[in-house]
C-alpha cells in the first residue's frame, strides 16, 4: 500500500499483526482471521499509543481496561498481548491456537489468559460488561482518589462489531451508560458492514450513531483506518476529552482487509483463509518471507517492546507517585483497596447477621430476611454493590442508609438498573472484573429468562456475583403464570459452578449469604419468597451451610421428607400429622443441593441414608429430584395459575395433608413392595457417579 | 374535568373506563390501576373509534390486532373487552379478576381469554409478539391477497410502557420492525415516567424518540389526551397513512389519572387505591354513585354498543364482498387459508421426509439431515416460517429455492433475523398468535439463554414454535466452553410444555420434525450436532416417535446404556465391546424424555424394565437422568473446553471403552450389592408419582 499515510514501520506493524493473526488461524484450521485482520489498526493504536498496561503486572489495579466485545476476534488480542511480552502468549502459545489444554483458547477466558478481563464470545456480553467495569472504575475514583492522588484513573476501551450492537443486551446496557455519563468508556465499533449471514443490509439497517446519540453518548465516526491512523487519533483523543459521556467511534473498516478474494466478504469472516489465499494475502501486505508463518521482523519487535516499556514506566510512575504517598497518607484505605482486590474478607464480616429466635422475632417473608442480611453486610462489606431492575421495593434490595449510584454521586452503591435484566447481570459481572466488588443484583426469579446469557458467564467466569432473586413460587399469587417459577430451580441447579439457595427461614437465609460471600469464584442465586415463613425448630446457620440438614429428627425414621423454601413450612405440619399418625418421619431441609453435594460421602448418607423411603416437597420441577427422593411433589410439567397464594398451594396440592398423605402411601408402598431403592447419592453411589468421567 | 374539549359523553366513557378497572383492582386488593387509568383515553379511542374487531368472532382472520405488551395493566384491556361484549368479559368475571380459575388473570392469557392475543407481562415480550404479528400480515397479503379482494388487511396496534422500552428485546425487535418498514404496525407508547423504583429519570433518560427515529420509524408525539382526543386521533390518522415505516406514538400519560392523592407517583403502580381514596377518585369523575363498584351508565353501554356494532358490520362487509368473492374465484386458495388458521395438516405431509438407508445414503451432521427435514416440509406446508439469528450457514435453516422476507419481497418466507435471539423467539410466537403459521427459528444450542424468556412465552401460550438449536454439544469444538452447550437440555426438559428432541440419526430426525409439527400446541426444541452420525441400525421413525426405544436388543440384557444424539455413535461401540466381552447389553435411544414420559407404562418399562442396571451417556449436565439411569456419564457441574471436538469427547471420557468400562462396572457393582435400586419411572412408581399433586 504506497498510499499509506504513516510510517513504514507503522503500516509494517499493522500488516504483521494481520499475517500473525491470519496464520494461527490457518494453523489451527479453525478460527475467525477477518474481523483481526480489519481490526489491527485499531489495535495497533491502543496498544501501541493509547493504552496503558502492564504485560509483567497484567493485574495492575489502574490499568487501562480492554474488552474484546467481538470475542471471536481473538487472535487479534492473543497476538497484542505476545508483541507486548505478555506471559501466555508466547509464540508458541500462539501456534497452539484454539486447541485443547493452551493459554489461547477460541474465544477469551479471563480464567485462562493474562491480559484477557472477561471471557467474551457471545455477542453483546463484553460491550456490557465494559460498562460495569467503567462504572468500577468512577465508584472507586469518587470513593478513594484524593485531589492529589488518582489511585484510580483508567479507561475502559471496547471493540465490538455489528453483532454486538444487535444484541438487545448492549442496548440495554449502553441506554444505561448514557444514563450514567460514563466519561472513561470509550467503544470502538468495527463498522464493516458484514455478518454471517452476509452484508447488514439483510437485517441491519438501522442509523447506529444516531441511536447512540439517542442514548446521550457522544459520537464520532471514522471513515478510514486503512490509509492511516490520524482520523482515529484525533477521534480517540476527542474521546478521552469528553469526561461527561460515554464515546463510541465507529470506524470504517475492511473485513479480512488484504485478502485478494475475500476480503469484504462474510466468506472471511469465520474460516481459515487457505493456504494460498493466505500466501497471497500475505505477499500483498509486502512482508518479508511470506511462506512462512509467525514471522515478525526486529523492527517490528522493537517497536512493541517500546510500547511496553512505556507501559511498565507508567505503572512504576503510578506505584511511586501517587501509590506509595496514598499508601503513606491514608493507610488504612490503601489496605481496604489491597483486602478488596485481594478478594479477602474482613475477620468480622457476618458477625452482624440478624439472630431469629423462634417466638421473639418477627415472622417475615424469606425476601425481608435478605434485606436483613444486605443491612448486615453492606457496612462491613465496602465491596459490596448492587442494585434491582426496577423491582426494588419488591426484592428489598436497597440497603439502610444507602446512596443511588448515579453520574451526580458516582460513591454511591446502589444501582438502579432500570428494566434491564441481562445487561444488569452483565454490568456486574463487568464490575467484578474490574476487581475489589462483590455485587448483588435483582428482579423476580422467573426473570432470570430474561438474563440466563450473563448468568452462565458469571458461572463459566468464577464471578462470585450474588442474584438475590424474589418471588420464588407459585405462592406468589395473582401476577400467574407469566411471573411464577417452575423450572428455574433446576434450570440454575443444571448450569456448572454456580449455586441455589433457597432457604426456608431467617438462619438458612444467614447461611446463604455467608456461603454465597465466601465462594468468591463461584456465584450464588438467593431465591425468596414474597409470603412469610415461620421459624423452624432446628434450624442454625452452621447446620444450613451444609445445603442440607435434618431439621426434625426422630429414633428410627420410617419416612424422609425433603423439601426447601416456603414449602418447609407445610412439610413441618405435615411431619406433626405422620408422626400422630405413628409414622417416626424426619424432616431434611435443603437450601442448597449443589452444596450439599459437595459434603462427605459420611455426611450425606447420615442426612439421606437412602434405605428410608424419601419424599421430596419444592414447588417446582420434579426434573432432577429423583437423585434425592424416590417419590416427588411437585409441579410437574405443568404452569402456575393466577390466584391467591395459598389458594394456589392448596389447588397444587402443597398442604400438610396430602403431604402427609402422600407420605403414609409411600411408606405402605414400600412395606407391600420391599426393595427400597438405593437413592442415587448413598455414598457407594455417589463415588461412583464420581468416577464416570 | 370542565375543560375538556371533547363530549361529555366521551369523558364519561372514559371516566367509566377508568373507575372500573380501579375497582377491579380494589375487588381484588391485588394490581395494576395506575396504567389503566392513564391509559383510558387510548383505550377509548381505540375500541371505540379506530380498531375493527367482532366480539361474536374474537377469531375473525382480518380483525385488527390489539396487544397490551405493558401486560399489568390488563384491568384496562376487560374492561374493553366487557364494554365491547366479549363473552369471557361479562361484569362477573371482572368482578373475579385475578381469582382463581377466572377469565380474567393477573396478566392476559391468551388461551384463557377470548380477545387476548398473546400472553404479556414479562415486559417487551408483546411489543416483539407485534412485530411478528405484523409481519405475518404482511406475508399473508403478499400471499393471498388480489388488487381487489383484500382478505387480509388488518392493523396492529400496541399499548406499552417505560419498561417494554427499556428491555433489550423491544430493541431488537423494533430495529428489524424498521428494517422491514411494517407500516401497519402501530405502537402507542405510554409516556408516564413513571417506573417501579420511581421517577424514570432514576434510570431511563434516554431521547425514546430519537431512538425510533434511528430504526427509521415514523415518530411522533402527543402531548395532552387528559382534556381531549383530538392530537391523538390526527397522530393516528397519520400513523396509519404512513405505509412503509411502523409508527410509534409517544403520548404524555398520567398514571392513575384523578387519584387525588396518587396520580403521577409510583405508589399507584402495583396497589389498589385504597377504598377511600377510590371513592374521592370517582367523585372527582363526577361519576353517579361512586360509593357503588362497577357503575356503567345506560349512555355509556349504549356508546360501546354501537361500537361494538360497527365492528360486526365489518366483519360482515368483509366476509360478502371480501372473503365470499375470493373463495368463488380462489377455492384452493381460500380453503388453504381456512386448514392454515384451523391448524390442519394436508395428508401428504410427511411424505418426503427423506428415508436414510444405511451404508447408501451419506453419513452427516443431523444439523443436515435437519435442512433435509425443512427441505422437505417446507412446500408442502406453506405454514411453515422462519429463520436464522444470523447462522444461517451454520444452522443450515435456509430451504433450497427459498425467498428472503424483506421489506420489498414480504411473500418470502425466509427471515433474516439479524444477531437478535430474544427478539427472534418473540417474533415467531407473535407469527403463531397471527394465525395460519408454523414458525421455526434457529441459533445455536447455548444462546437459548439469550431468548429463554420468550421460550417460555412459547411454552405457557402453548405455541407450537420450532427451534432449531444447532452445535449441540462439546462436540462443536474449538469455539469453546462460551459456545458449548452443557446445563440447556435440562434447563429445556424442566420446562413445561415443551420437548427437547435430540435426534441421533435422520430417521429420528423426521420422527422429530413429525412430532414437533404434530404437537401444533407445545413447542419444540430440535438439538442438532455440528458433527456427523452414523445411521443407527434399528432406528425407524416409528421406534423413535415413542422418544425412547431400543436401538440394540439381546435376549436377556445385563446391562441398559441410553444415550441421545451424537453420543449414541459412541455407545453403538462400546455395545459391541460389552457384548464381545459377554455382557448382553441393550442400546435405547431416547431422542425425547418428554414424548417417552407420555408413553405407556407397559411401554416404558418395555424399554427401561427397571431391574437391569442402566447407564445414561449424554456430554450434558447428569441432573435429570437420576429418573431414567442408575449411574450416568455426562458433564456433571463441568464446562467444556476449547479444542478439536473429537479430542474433546476423550477427554471428557465420551469414548467406547470408557462406556463399556464403566457399564462393566456398574454391572459388577450390582452382582456384589445385589437389591438393583427400582428406576423411578417403573410402571407402579410412575403411576405413583402421576398422583403426587
Not at 492473543?78 to 486447541?99: E, P
Not at 453483546?124 to 460495569?132: E, F, M
Not at 476527542?238 to 470504517?252: L, R
Given at each position: 500500500m504506497t498510499d499509506y499515510k504513516g510510517s513504514t514501520l507503522e503500516l509494517e506493524c499493522i500488516n504483521t499483526i494481520r499475517a500473525v493473526?491470519?496464520?494461527m488461524v490457518q494453523t489451527a484450521n479453525s478460527g475467525h482471521p477477518g474481523a483481526p485482520m480489519g481490526c489491527a489498526p485499531i489495535a495497533y493504536l491502543l496498544?501501541?499509543?493509547?493504552?496503558?498496561?502492564?504485560?509483567?503486572?497484567p493485574k495492575w489495579i489502574n490499568r487501562d481496561r480492554f474488552v474484546l466485545s467481538n470475542g471471536h476476534a481473538c487472535a487479534l488480542q492473543?497476538?497484542?498481548?505476545?508483541?507486548?511480552?505478555?506471559?501466555?502468549?508466547?509464540?508458541?502459545?500462539?501456534?497452539?491456537?484454539?486447541?485443547l489444554g493452551s493459554t489461547t483458547p477460541g474465544h477469551p477466558e479471563s480464567f485462562v489468559t493474562a491480559g484477557i478481563e472477561v471471557c467474551t464470545g457471545p455477542l453483546?456480553?463484553?460491550?456490557?460488561?465494559?460498562?460495569?467495569i467503567a462504572m468500577g472504575e468512577s465508584h472507586l475514583a469518587a470513593t478513594y482518589n484524593t485531589p492529589e492522588l488518582k489511585v484510580f484513573d483508567n479507561f475502559t476501551y471496547v471493540l465490538c462489531g455489528d453483532g454486538c450492537l444487535q444484541e438487545g443486551i448492549s442496548s440495554e446496557a449502553s441506554s444505561l451508560a448514557g444514563h450514567l455519563g460514563l466519561g472513561k468508556l470509550i467503544v470502538l465499533y468495527d463498522d464493516n458492514n458484514i455478518t454471517i449471514d452476509g452484508d447488514t443490509t439483510l437485517s441491519f439497517t438501522e442509523d447506529v450513531q444516531k441511536r447512540y446519540a439517542s442514548y446521550n453518548w457522544h459520537v464520532q465516526?471514522?471513515?478510514?483506518?486503512?490509509?492511516g491512523l490520524d482520523d482515529l487519533r484525533t477521534a480517540i483523543a476527542?474521546?478521552?476529552?469528553?469526561?461527561?459521556?460515554?464515546?463510541?467511534?465507529?470506524?470504517?473498516t475492511v473485513i479480512g482487509q488484504g485478502s485478494p478474494h475475500k476480503a469484504g466478504t462474510s466468506g472471511v469472516h469465520g474460516a481459515a483463509l487457505g493456504e494460498q489465499e493466505l500466501l497471497d494475502t500475505k505477499k500483498g501486505y509486502g512482508l518479508p518471507n511470506p511462506e512462512l508463518k509467525f514471522q515478525i521482523s526486529d523492527a517490528v519487535v522493537k517497536q512493541f517492546n517500546t510500547a511496553s516499556k512505556k507501559g511498565e514506566d507508567s505503572l512504576t510512575k503510578w506505584q511511586i507517585n501517587t501509590m506509595d504517598k496514598f499508601s503513606a497518607s491514608l493507610p488504612e484505605k490503601a489496605q481496604e483497596i489491597q483486602r478488596r482486590f485481594a478478594g479477602e474478607l474482613p475477620t468480622n464480616a457476618f458477625d452482624d447477621l440478624p439472630v431469629f429466635t423462634i417466638g421473639e422475632t418477627k415472622d417475615l417473608a424469606t425476601r425481608k430476611f435478605s434485606e436483613g442480611c444486605i443491612n448486615a453486610l453492606v457496612p462491613k462489606l465496602p465491596e459490596m454493590i448492587g442494585g434491582s431492575a426496577d423491582l426494588t421495593p419488591s426484592n428489598c434490595t436497597f440497603p439502610k442508609g444507602g446512596v443511588d449510584y448515579q453520574k451526580g454521586t458516582p460513591h454511591g452503591k446502589y444501582i438502579r438498573f432500570g428494566v434491564r435484566e441481562h445487561a444488569m447481570a452483565a454490568i456486574s459481572n463487568g464490575l467484578y472484573a474490574y476487581g475489589g466488588f462483590r455485587p448483588y443484583c435483582a428482579t423476580f426469579m422467573t426473570f432470570i429468562g430474561y438474563c440466563m446469557g450473563s448468568v452462565r458467564v458469571s458461572a463459566l467466569s468464577r464471578f462470585g456475583i450474588l442474584y438475590v432473586f424474589t418471588h420464588d413460587s407459585i405462592g406468589l399469587g395473582e401476577d400467574g403464570p407469566t411471573h411464577q417459577p417452575i423450572e428455574q430451580f433446576e434450570q440454575i441447579r443444571s448450569m456448572p459452578n454456580i449455586h441455589l439457595w433457597r432457604p426456608a427461614d431467617s438462619n438458612e437465609m444467614n447461611a446463604a449469604y455467608e456461603s454465597a460471600i465466601r465462594n468468591k469464584f463461584t456465584p450464588s442465586v438467593l431465591a425468596c419468597s414474597r409470603q412469610t415463613v415461620y421459624g423452624l425448630f432446628g434450624s442454625t446457620k452452621e447446620k444450613a451451610m451444609m445445603g442440607a440438614y435434618t431439621a426434625i429428627e426422630c429414633e428410627k425414621p420410617a419416612l424422609i421428607i425433603i423439601s426447601t423454601g416456603e414449602e418447609v413450612k407445610f412439610c413441618v405440619k405435615a411431619v406433626a400429622l405422620l408422626t400422630a399418625a405413628g409414622i417416626a418421619t424426619n424432616l431434611v431441609s435443603m437450601p442448597c443441593q449443589d452444596v450439599f453435594l459437595q459434603q462427605s460421602e459420611e455426611y450425606q448418607a447420615s442426612v439421606l441414608p437412602g434405605?428410608?423411603?424419601?419424599?421430596?416437597v419444592e414447588a417446582s420441577a420434579v426434573a432432577g429430584w429423583h437423585r434425592?427422593?424416590?417419590a416427588q411433589i411437585g409441579m410437574d410439567n405443568r404452569f402456575g395459575a393466577s390466584g391467591k397464594g395459598p389458594q394456589l398451594y392448596d389447588h397444587f396440592g402443597f398442604t400438610p395433608d396430602n403431604i402427609s398423605n402422600k407420605g403414609k402411601a409411600l411408606v405402605e408402598f414400600y412395606k407391600k413392595n420391599g426393595n427400597i431403592p438405593a437413592l442415587r447419592n448413598v455414598p457407594i453411589f455417589e463415588q461412583f457417579g464420581k468416577a464416570l468421567h
Open positions: 493473526s491470519a496464520d496498544w501501541n499509543e493509547i493504552m496503558k498496561y502492564s504485560a509483567q503486572s492473543y497476538v497484542m498481548l505476545h508483541l507486548t511480552g505478555y506471559a501466555d502468549s508466547k509464540i508458541s502459545d500462539l501456534k497452539q491456537f484454539r486447541q453483546g456480553q463484553g460491550i456490557s460488561n465494559a460498562v460495569g465516526a471514522v471513515t478510514d483506518v486503512v490509509t476527542n474521546a478521552q476529552a469528553c469526561t461527561d459521556k460515554p464515546s463510541i467511534i465507529a470506524v470504517k434405605n428410608v423411603p424419601t419424599l421430596s434425592f427422593s424416590h
